[in-house]
């Protein structure tokens, strides 16, 4: 099995910055993409932003030039770097992971860290 355990949300003015890390543990074999989910209020669940083995990256069109991600694949970890952030960013985030385990792959999950926006 995979754990994954978040750090980093709160609560930020708007214009402001928050750092979320999301660390992974277990037997894991190997590690391929990670990226951070995100849900609001009353609505769907969307990708924020996604980052493969290699550190290719894919954000979603609301984010993109505000937010970073990154990995270090020594630590099993990834980050979301959220600049000038915006009421509309607020929202739970969670992290994700596709990892190989034993002889099988799987999407495994955070529990969520709360971003709130507001002044």
């Known amino acids: 099995q995979v754990q994954l355990v978040e750090s980093g949300g709160g609560l930020v003015q708007p214009g402001g910055s928050l750092r979320l890390s999301c660390a992974a543990s277990?037997?894991?074999?190997?590690?391929?993409?990670m990226g951070w989910y995100r849900q609001a209020p009353g609505k769907q669940r969307e990708l924020v932003a996604s980052?493969?083995?290699?550190?290719?990256?894919n954000y979603a069109a609301s984010v993109e030039g505000r937010f970073t991600i990154s990995r270090d694949n020594a630590k099993i970890t990834v980050y979301l770097q959220m600049n000038s952030l915006k009421p509309e960013d607020t929202a739970v985030y969670y992290c994700y992971c596709n990892a190989v385990t034993g002889f099988s792959s799987g999407i495994y999950w955070g529990q969520g860290t709360q971003v709130t926006v507001s002044s």
């Open positions: 277990g037997s894991i074999f190997s590690m391929n993409a």
């Open positions: 980052v493969s083995r290699g550190g290719s990256t």
